[in-house]
């Protein structure tokens, strides 16, 4: 049995395209693993806090060395981490805003990672724990930021690779949701082709 997490940040409601795709490309690995159980933190809905000056000390401290309000403070954040530990695949969602991720998905990720928890520092350098789990980004935008001329304004992708990878998650798949801002046949088109893909990517989990 699978446990998946769902993990989608747009403040677009039913609008938005990457919850949409993001969240049939979920049921279609329940469907390919009957039984499988899934986590779905919606970010839109209930936006995480950014960290501030409590916070931040919290999550740097041993739970037992926490004043009472650091500990009530970092328990947002540790749950947080348990949904991510306890998964074996994490699927992630975003419109490309601003030519990046929404807020509030970079307010999740700056509350996982942790040092001596997600990473640690070594002598030879910091080191990702969270391995071992497939991770797939559903990313919208209204251009085509994939490849072309506007591709190097595509900032959101290396980010999160870059994220992922230093907390131990190398095994990423971007499925792109682009080019929806040209029209309904583009549009139509788009979620097509990504629906397709998702439905390989089921196929071959």
């Known amino acids: 049995m699978s446990s998946i997490l769902l993990v989608t940040s747009s403040p677009r409601g039913t609008e938005s395209l990457s919850t949409k795709i993001a969240s049939e490309f979920v049921d279609k690995l329940v469907a390919k693993n009957p039984g499988s159980s899934v986590t779905h933190r919606d970010l839109g809905q209930d936006p ?90 559903v990313l919208a935008s209204g251009g085509v930021y994939s490849d072309g001329p506007a ?19 190398k095994d990423v798949e971007i499925i792109h949701v682009e080019g929806t801002a040209f029209g309904p046949d583009a549009a139509e088109k788009a979620i097509a082709a990504a629906q397709e893909r998702t439905g390989q990517l089921a196929l071959a989990a």
Do not use: C
């Open 48 to 137: 995480i806090a950014h960290l501030d000056t409590v916070t931040t000390a919290a999550i740097r401290k041993p739970a037992d060395a926490r004043s009472a309000e650091e500990a009530a403070a970092a328990q947002r954040s540790d749950q947080l981490v348990a949904e991510l530990l306890a998964a074996d695949t994490v699927v992630l969602a975003s419109g490309l805003i601003n030519f990046n991720i929404y807020s509030t998905l970079k307010s999740w990720i700056d509350n996982i990672a942790r040092a001596g928890v997600t990473f640690s520092y070594t002598a030879d350098g910091p080191v990702g724990l969270v391995t071992g789990k497939k991770v797939y980004i």
């Open 151 to 169: 591709a190097p304004l595509n900032h959101a992708t290396p980010y999160l690779k870059t994220v992922l990878g230093f907390l131990g998650m």
